[in-house]
C-alpha cells in the first residue's frame, strides 16, 4: 500500500513538473510572439480625432476601401482602429456586448472584411470600470476580453485610463498585457494613459507604444488647461524621451491630424515630418473617404515614411536648438542620417548651414562619418547637392526642411 502512494505521488509529481514545464515553454512563445510585433512604428488610421462616438461597421469598411483606393495602404498603412464607442454593455455571463445598431453584422464579419482587404482591425477599451465616454471597461474583465478580441479576430488594441479608481498604472497594464499574451492571437498593445505615470520606464515589454501626453488637438501650438495639446506641445515632450524608443516599444506622440482643416499645409508638414523624425506610430485621424490631394501627398510621401519606418528603429534628436531654428538627427540603417530643420518663428527662416557643424553629432549619440554625403530633399524628392557645401533654403514659417544624408559612392 504505501509502495502504491508513493508510486502514486510521485507520478502526480512529474506530471505537475511536465505541467509547468510545458506552460513554462508555452509562456515564453507567446512573450517572444508578443515582443515581435510592431518591429516599426504602427501605422494605421483611427477613428477619434474626426469622428468621435461617431462610428460604425459602415464608416470602417468604407476606410478600409478608402486606405486601399488612396494609396494609403500602399505607402504602410495597415491598422484601422475603432475607438470608444463600439461596446454598450455586458451578458449575464460578463461577455462585452458591441452596439448591435452600429455593428449589425459583428465584429467578426468586420474583422474578416478588414482581413480580406489586406489590413487589420483595432478596438479600443479601458484599464478602469468606463472608458472615457462611459462605456463598460475592462476592469474586472481583461482576460475575458482579451479572449473575446482574439476569438473576434482583433490584431489592435488601445487601451485608455479613464475611471482608473487609483490603479496602479504598471499592475493595471500589465494585467491586460498578460491576458493579451496569452488570448492566442498577435495583438498590439497600445498604452493609453496621457504619460502620467511616465509608462516609457515601464512600457517596455508590457505594451508596444504609449502615449506620453493629453489628446491632441488640431493646432500647430495650444496649451489647453483641460490637457489638450497641439504639435510642438507633443514634439517639446517627445524631445527627451528619445532613450527609451526602439524596436517593439515607441514613444506614442499621439493620433496624426493630419487633413482634419485646422492648421495651414505647412503645419501639416511639419506635423507629418516631426512625427517620422520621431519613429512615433503614425495613426491618421482623418476622413479618409474624403481627402484632398495635399493631404494624401503628405500622409503618403513614401521618403518621408522611410524615415519613420527606418529598421533601426531609433528616434530622432534635437541636437541643435537655437531657440525657434531647430535641428533634429535621426540615425537611420546603414549609415545614413535624416535631418529635420524645423523653423518654429512666425517668419522664414533663410538658412545657410555649413555641414562642418557635423562634429557635433559625436556628442549626441550619433556617429556621423566624417565623409561627404549626398542630400536629399524628401518633400520635393530630388537630390539638392552634397555636404561639400554649405545648404542653403528657405524654411517657410511653421515649416521644415527635411533632408536625408546618404554616405557618397
Ligand atoms: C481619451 C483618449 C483619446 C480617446 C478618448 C475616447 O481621451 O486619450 O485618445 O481614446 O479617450 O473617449
Redesign the pocket.
Known amino acids: 500500500m504505501k509502495k502504491l502512494i508513493l508510486t502514486l505521488a510521485l507520478c502526480a509529481a512529474a506530471t505537475a513538473a511536465d505541467a509547468q514545464m510545458y506552460f513554462g515553454d508555452q509562456k515564453e512563445a507567446a512573450d517572444s510572439a508578443f515582443l515581435m510585433l510592431a518591429q516599426t512604428p504602427p501605422m494605421g488610421w483611427n477613428s477619434?480625432n474626426k469622428f468621435g462616438c461617431d462610428v460604425s461597421e459602415k464608416l470602417v469598411k468604407e476606410m478600409a476601401d478608402a486606405m486601399v483606393a488612396t494609396g494609403m495602404k500602399d505607402a504602410g498603412y495597415e491598422y484601422l482602429v475603432i475607438?470608444?464607442c463600439w461596446q454598450v454593455g455586458r451578458d449575464a455571463e460578463g461577455y462585452i456586448q458591441v452596439d448591435a445598431e452600429r455593428f449589425p453584422s459583428g465584429m467578426k464579419a468586420l474583422a474578416d472584411y478588414v482581413h480580406s482587404k489586406g489590413l487589420k482591425l483595432g478596438v479600443?477599451s479601458c484599464a478602469g470600470s468606463e472608458?472615457?465616454?462611459g462605456r463598460p471597461g475592462s476592469r474586472g474583465y481583461q482576460f475575458q476580453d482579451a479572449r473575446t478580441y482574439a476569438n473576434w479576430g482583433v490584431d489592435y488594441l488601445?487601451y485608455?485610463w479613464?475611471s482608473n479608481e487609483g490603479q496602479n498604472a504598471e499592475a493595471a497594464y500589465k494585467t491586460m498585457s498578460d491576458a493579451l499574451k496569452q488570448c492566442g492571437r498577435p495583438i498590439v498593445f497600445s498604452i493609453?494613459e496621457?504619460g502620467e505615470n511616465e509608462p516609457w520606464k515601464w512600457g517596455k515589454g508590457i505594451g508596444h507604444l504609449w502615449r506620453i501626453t493629453p489628446?491632441i488637438r488640431d493646432c500647430y501650438q495650444c496649451l489647453f488647461d483641460w490637457g489638450g495639446v497641439g504639435v510642438l506641445d507633443i514634439v517639446d515632450k517627445m524631445a527627451d524621451l528619445y532613450p527609451y524608443a526602439g524596436p517593439g516599444h515607441w514613444n506614442d506622440a499621439e493620433m496624426l491630424e493630419v487633413g482634419n482643416g485646422g492648421m495651414t499645409h505647412d503645419e501639416y508638414v511639419t506635423h507629418f515630418s516631426m512625427w517620422c523624425m520621431l519613429a512615433a506610430p503614425l495613426m491618421s485621424g482623418n476622413d479618409l473617404r474624403n481627402m484632398s490631394k495635399e493631404t494624401i501627398d503628405i500622409l503618403t510621401n513614401k521618403e518621408v515614411i522611410a524615415v519613420n519606418q527606418d529598421k533601426l528603429g531609433k528616434q530622432g534628436i534635437r541636437f541643435m536648438d537655437m531657440g525657434d531654428h531647430e535641428i533634429w538627427a535621426k540615425p537611420l540603417a546603414d549609415g545614413e542620417i535624416a535631418i529635420c530643420f524645423l523653423n518654429r518663428a512666425d517668419t522664414p527662416w533663410k538658412l545657410d548651414y555649413d555641414w562642418k557643424h557635423q562634429t557635433m553629432y559625436f556628442a549626441r549619440d550619433i556617429s556621423f562619418r566624417k565623409h561627404v554625403y549626398d542630400v536629399r530633399d524628401l518633400w520635393q524628392h530630388k537630390n539638392i547637392g552634397t555636404t561639400d557645401s554649405n545648404l542653403k533654403a528657405e524654411i517657410p514659417a511653421h515649416g521644415v526642411l527635411m533632408v536625408r544624408l546618404s554616405p557618397k559612392k
Open positions: 477619434w475607438d470608444d479600443y472608458t472615457c465616454q488601445k485608455d479613464c493609453c496621457w489628446d
